[in-house]
């Protein structure tokens, strides 16, 4: 069975976000990058499917050069293939993004494409319903646990505090969620091969897109701001923890009336 | 011009986070407010929320095609130029897939939202809330989605609304072969007014009963620090960060949580936020309005008795 997994390439979660000039972007001065972390699930969950049934993983990213690197180290964790599409993914709405990997996923045998249930970052959330709807698939959101049979799916969606259990065909678009594997360690042995798979590299208008359908569309950036920065408020001494509780519950009470 | 309104009902009932999308989504002044369901029941409290018109499907569980097929044919019935969705685990699923069938734009978790010059105009955190983006949606229709629990919902006191049926393609790919309640009774953190968070503080899973007996007795949710979920101490379905959920309760209690940048970005945006921590040095210090600094094993008991009381009054 053959599978994609749409990755992207993140700020890492512990970062400092700075606002770069213009105040429409962040500032990638220094920041390191990973591959976002629900991706990483989502990478993992093909592996296991590789390892179970044969076939290929395609990884695929769409972003700036520096993207390369994280298809490097998904190559290096079990991904036999690799696709870049170049381009500056930082200013295309998700659907300009669904539709690039819609396209670039046209080019690749497959049969599951997984994705992570949303970047870490951006924190859409949209872009797997918007490739399952481009590519006519039917879609599992948010997934936690995942069984493929002979040319079906069963897989858990977490929903609030509960989950749906459903069953589909293939191929099918399931988007990851923390819970569903714990993702492996790139080891020495897979770095190296990693460093032997050539990488596809193409343009937008490669596959056929026009870029102003992407780039700058729909939805555009008015400015990026950071948080006004908290003070912090009142901090008194937990040392009597009855007259503590008291406390509490009278600011649960006056403040937020809650009680 | 139309706003409409994807809203989900539990018991006969609209669901907090629609309730919430109806309130924003008439304040906007973009249009009328038309709301699409699948319970005719709700068409008077919908209406009491703004709603002139209750377009109900003939599909009453959520499944994604049949609802983007009906939802489809409702916007194009009613040439809506604005479509909101409570930002709940279905409106999440539909709203990206209905967008991408009418190339729509979506701006998704938003928690501020207006109608200017003829375009919506949208606040969603990034970053976890480490920043907030302003977006314009510039496609006809422009699409968000609201977190729960930033809007307020408050009713306009309008009559009840029509109700219009729908008959669209049913067919469904996805079968739902079960809906499984793991931990019975627990309140999910995603849409909770009152969140009582754990991290490693606790020491070991079986502590997390201090949490549990609190949030209990106040009426909230469990919420838990990434050091915990990834330690298996609980489930991943409570974790608040950056790689759990960005909560914005009205009152979210941390104890034993030193505030890792990850988790200040998930919580900081609550309306009243005390930490309880033994290091009076924890990060969780400063985005705290009320900090104790002390023994979450001895605090947390005396708190749970002393809200027994309160409640009682």
């Given at each position: 069975?053959?599978?994609?997994?749409?990755i992207s390439?993140?700020?890492?979660?512990?970062?400092?976000i700075?606002?770069?000039a213009?105040?429409?972007?962040?500032?990638?001065?220094?920041?390191k990058?990973?591959?976002?972390?629900?991706?990483?699930?989502?990478?993992?969950a093909?592996?296991?499917?590789?390892?179970a049934?044969?076939?290929?993983?395609?990884?695929?990213?769409?972003?700036?050069?520096?993207?390369?690197?994280?298809?490097?180290?998904?190559?290096a964790?079990?991904?036999?293939?690799?696709?870049?599409?170049?381009?500056?993914?930082?200013d295309?709405?998700?659907?300009?993004?669904?539709?690039?990997?819609?396209?670039a996923i046209?080019?690749?045998p497959?049969?599951?494409?997984?994705l992570?249930?949303?970047?870490?970052?951006?924190?859409?959330g949209?872009?797997g319903p918007?490739?399952?709807e481009?590519l006519g698939?039917?879609?599992?959101?948010v997934?936690?646990?995942l069984?493929?049979?002979?040319?079906?799916?069963?897989?858990?969606?977490?929903?609030?505090?509960?989950e749906?259990?459903?069953?589909?065909?293939l191929?099918?678009?399931?988007?990851?969620q923390?819970?569903?594997?714990?993702?492996?360690?790139?080891k020495?042995q897979?770095?190296?091969a990693?460093?032997?798979?050539?990488?596809?590299a193409?343009?937008?208008?490669?596959?056929?897109?026009?870029?102003s359908?992407?780039?700058?569309?729909?939805?555009?950036?008015?400015?990026?701001?950071l948080?006004?920065?908290?003070t912090?408020?009142?901090?008194?001494?937990?040392?009597?923890?009855?007259?503590a509780?008291a406390?509490?519950?009278?600011y649960?009470?006056?403040?937020?009336k809650?009680? | 011009?139309?706003v409409?309104?994807?809203?989900?009902?539990?018991?006969?009932?609209?669901?907090?986070?629609?309730?919430?999308?109806?309130?924003?989504?008439?304040?906007?002044?973009?249009g009328?407010?038309?709301?699409?369901?699948?319970?005719?029941?709700?068409a008077?409290?919908?209406?009491?929320?703004?709603?002139?018109?209750?377009?109900?499907t003939?599909?009453?569980?959520?499944?994604?095609?049949?609802?983007?097929?009906?939802?489809?044919?409702?916007?194009?019935?009613?040439?809506?130029?604005?479509?909101?969705?409570?930002?709940?685990?279905?409106?999440?699923d539909?709203a990206?897939?209905?967008?991408?069938?009418?190339?729509?734009?979506?701006?998704?978790?938003?928690?501020?939202?207006?109608?200017?010059?003829?375009?919506l105009?949208a606040?969603?955190?990034?970053?976890?809330g480490?920043?907030?983006?302003?977006?314009?949606v510039?496609?006809?229709?422009?699409?968000a989605?609201?977190?729960?629990?930033?809007?307020?919902?408050?009713?306009?006191?309008?009559?009840?609304?029509?109700?219009?049926?729908?008959s669209?393609?049913?067919?469904?790919?996805?079968?739902?072969?079960?809906?499984?309640?793991?931990e019975?009774?627990?309140?999910?953190?995603?849409?909770?007014?009152?969140?009582?968070?754990?991290?490693?503080?606790l020491?070991?899973?079986?502590?997390?009963?201090?949490?549990?007996?609190?949030?209990?007795?106040?009426?909230?949710?469990v919420?838990?620090?990434?050091?915990?979920?990834?330690?298996?101490?609980?489930?991943?379905?409570?974790?608040?960060?950056?790689?759990?959920r960005?909560?914005s309760?009205?009152?979210?209690?941390?104890?034993?949580v030193?505030?890792?940048?990850?988790?200040?970005?998930?919580?900081?945006?609550?309306?009243?936020?005390?930490?309880i921590?033994?290091?009076?040095?924890?990060?969780?210090?400063?985005?705290?309005d009320?900090?104790?600094?002390?023994?979450?094993?001895?605090?947390?008991?005396?708190?749970?008795?002393?809200v027994?009381?309160?409640?009682?009054?």
């Open positions: 069975m053959n599978s994609v997994v749409c390439h993140v700020p890492d979660t512990e970062s400092r700075k606002i770069a213009g105040g429409k972007k962040i500032d990638e001065t220094g920041l990058f990973i591959v976002s972390p629900y991706d990483e699930i989502a990478l993992e093909a592996v296991r499917l590789k390892e049934k044969g076939g290929d993983v395609t990884v695929l990213t769409f972003g700036p050069d520096r993207a390369q690197q994280a298809l490097r180290e998904a190559l964790r079990g991904a036999n293939k690799a696709m870049h599409v170049k381009g500056e993914s930082g295309a709405d998700s659907l300009g993004i669904a539709k690039v990997l819609a396209a046209r080019t690749i497959h049969d599951v494409v997984f992570g249930k949303q970047g870490v970052g951006t924190d859409n949209l872009v918007m490739l399952a481009l698939y039917p879609q599992i959101n997934v936690t646990e069984e493929f049979g002979e040319g079906n799916v069963t897989a858990h969606r977490e929903i609030e505090g509960a749906e259990i459903l069953e589909t065909g191929p099918v678009i399931v988007t990851a923390k819970g569903l594997n714990e993702p492996r360690y790139a020495l897979g770095i190296m990693a460093k032997k798979v050539a990488v596809d193409k343009s937008i208008s490669d596959l056929g897109l026009d870029e359908d992407v780039l700058n569309k729909r939805v555009n950036v008015v400015s990026i701001e948080p006004a920065e908290k912090g408020g009142r901090k008194i001494d937990g040392s009597d923890a009855k007259a509780a406390e509490i519950v009278k649960i009470k006056d403040e937020a809650a009680l | 011009m139309t409409l309104v994807f809203t989900e009902t539990n018991d006969g009932k609209l669901k907090k986070a629609s309730r919430e999308a109806l309130t924003i989504g008439r304040k906007l002044g973009a009328d407010v038309v709301a699409f369901a699948s319970d005719a029941s709700v008077e409290e919908a209406g009491k929320f703004g709603a002139t018109k209750l377009y109900v003939n599909v009453a569980g959520y499944l994604t095609e049949p609802y983007t097929a009906a939802l489809a044919q409702v916007i194009k019935d009613t040439q809506a130029n604005v479509v909101l969705f409570g930002g709940t685990s279905n409106g999440r539909l990206p897939r209905v967008a991408a069938r009418l190339d729509a734009g979506v701006a998704s978790d938003v928690d501020r939202l207006e109608w200017t010059d003829g375009k105009r606040r969603r955190p990034v970053y976890s480490k920043a907030f983006a302003t977006v314009e510039t496609s006809n229709p422009a699409i989605t609201t977190r729960p629990n930033a809007f307020p919902a408050e009713e306009a006191g309008g009559g009840a609304a029509e109700v219009v049926n729908v669209a393609d049913a067919t469904s790919r996805v079968k739902l072969v079960e809906t499984k309640v793991p019975a009774g627990e309140l999910s953190i995603a849409e909770a007014d009152i969140i009582v968070s754990g991290g490693r503080g020491k070991e899973a079986a502590n997390f009963s201090y949490i549990r007996d609190l949030a209990h007795a106040i009426g909230g949710a919420g838990a620090s990434r050091a915990t979920v990834d330690a298996g101490w609980i489930d991943h379905q409570h974790q608040v960060g950056q790689t759990g960005v909560v309760p009205n009152v979210y209690i941390a104890a034993g030193s505030g890792a940048i990850q988790h200040l970005a998930g919580m900081s945006s609550s309306k009243h936020i005390i930490a921590n033994k290091d009076p040095e924890a990060p969780i210090f400063r985005v705290a009320l900090g104790v600094v002390g023994d979450l094993f001895q605090i947390l008991p005396e708190l749970t008795e002393e027994k009381k309160a409640k009682a009054h």
